[in-house]
């Protein structure tokens, strides 16, 4: 069971817009910045969005990504077939055993 | 450019210890953090933990205390993560990652992750 809770699945036909949820708490994503990890299969996670809604350089404005309270949101638009993959939103936990805590991930069909 | 590359695949049987090398290039070693990333077979990341590479101080996630350790050496800007008395339930693919320090609070590097598995 994950701190962070996702959809398990999402899908959405190629050129279309999807959103993928992550939704936490106080502890968590209410006072903790939110990043998200795109993991394409077979291969390790790459940084999609950090601080809430920041791309690193590289990642195309295609991907946004927003915070409110203890939720948090990854958009995609013009999706891509290439798209196809997990993905996993993080934060800080400021509970008693401060860690890093991920969602459960959201894989992400694109039909 | 700035990477982390992570030694190969390895196969222990229960009992054993295992390992797994984390090297960095193309930026100063000792400015990040480095921490340890977990995924079963199937499943999705669980953080094990950090070390800071300036003091070599590690930090263990609950659930990843005693028989895994956390270690570097500086000289050659890499990271180590040793499991001992291995489990089957150890079984996975081992990840490094930079936590991206200031104004990036995230994992922006990843190494490419280093499949562990514990079957007799």
């Known amino acids: 069971q994950s701190v962070l809770t996702q959809p398990p699945s999402v899908s959405a036909a190629p050129g279309q817009k999807v959103t993928i949820s992550c939704s936490g708490s106080s502890s968590n994503i209410g006072n903790n910045y939110v990043s998200w990890y795109q993991q394409l299969p077979g291969t390790a996670p790459k940084l999609l969005i950090y601080d809430n809604n920041k791309r690193p350089s590289g990642i195309p404005d295609r991907f946004s990504g927003s915070k409110s309270g203890t939720s948090a949101t990854l958009g995609i638009t013009g999706l891509q077939t290439g798209d196809e993959a997990d993905y996993y939103c993080?934060?800080?936990?400021?509970?008693?055993?401060?860690?890093?805590?991920f969602g459960g991930g959201t894989k992400l069909t694109v039909l | 450019q700035v990477q982390l590359v992570q030694s190969g695949s390895e196969l222990k049987k229960p009992g054993a210890s295992v390992k797994v090398s984390c090297k960095a290039s193309g930026y100063t070693f000792t400015s990040y953090a480095m921490n340890w990333v977990r995924q079963a077979p199937g499943q999705g990341l669980e953080w094990m933990g950090w070390i800071n590479t300036n003091t070599g101080n590690p930090t263990y996630a609950q659930g990843f205390t005693g028989r895994f350790v956390f270690s570097l050496d500086t000289s050659v800007s890499t990271a180590y993560l040793q499991i001992s008395s291995l489990k089957a339930e150890d079984t996975a693919v081992y990840y490094c990652?930079?936590?991206?320090?200031?104004?990036?609070?995230?994992?922006?590097?990843w190494g490419q992750g280093t499949m562990v598995t514990v079957s007799s």
């Open positions: 993080g934060t800080w936990d400021s509970s008693l055993s401060a860690a890093v805590v």
């Open positions: 990652a930079r936590w991206g320090g200031s104004g990036i609070d995230a994992f922006d590097i």
